[in-house]
Each structure stands twice: as C-alpha cells, then as structure tokens.
C-alpha cells in the first residue's frame, strides 16, 4: 500500500544585491513573489530574504526569477535547509 508523501519544506536565505540606484525597483519586484520575505534592506542595496518553498526545484526557479527581477544585480544563497517534516519543527 502507497502511503501520501510527506509534506516538505525547502528553506533558503538569499542576499540580494540591487544595482545601482535599483533598489526601490528590486523590492518592488520581490513583493510579488510568493514565499519570499525579505528582512532587511540597506541603502546600499543589500537585500536580506528567505524563500519557503514545496521543493528544491520550485526554489530555483524562483531563485532565477529574482535574479532576472529589474533592479537586481545578483543573488547570493547563503542558506539552505530541506525539512522532511515542517509539523515537528520547533
């Protein structure tokens, strides 16, 4: 008997880096993408963010979506963590 897989969480933390003078356009373009929260932004253009996903897959799609976002310069993973059972996380 096949038993229901497991729900799964992937976690990552990005710094985002903003071009230039693109800051306000890279946060504009992160608010609409879902399971991204960012923590903190610089003046610089730093961005600090971490994305919630079903998979390791949906993550680098969006990973590469971010990263084509107008404004941002490059995203860095800093993070990464695979949760097999997200309802026993303390």
């Not at 990973?63 to 490059?74: D, H, M």
């Amino acid at each position: 008997m096949l038993t229901p897989q497991a729900a799964c969480l992937d976690v990552s933390g990005l710094v985002i880096y903003a071009a230039a003078g693109g800051a306000a356009q890279a946060l504009a373009g992160l608010a609409g993408i879902g399971g991204l929260t960012v923590h903190a932004a610089s003046a610089e253009g730093k961005i600090v963010a971490t994305l919630e996903t079903p998979d390791a897959q949906r993550s680098m799609e969006l990973f590469e979506r971010i990263g084509a976002l107008p404004g941002v310069e490059s995203v860095a993973l800093v993070y990464h963590q695979i949760e097999t059972d997200p309802d026993q996380e303390i």
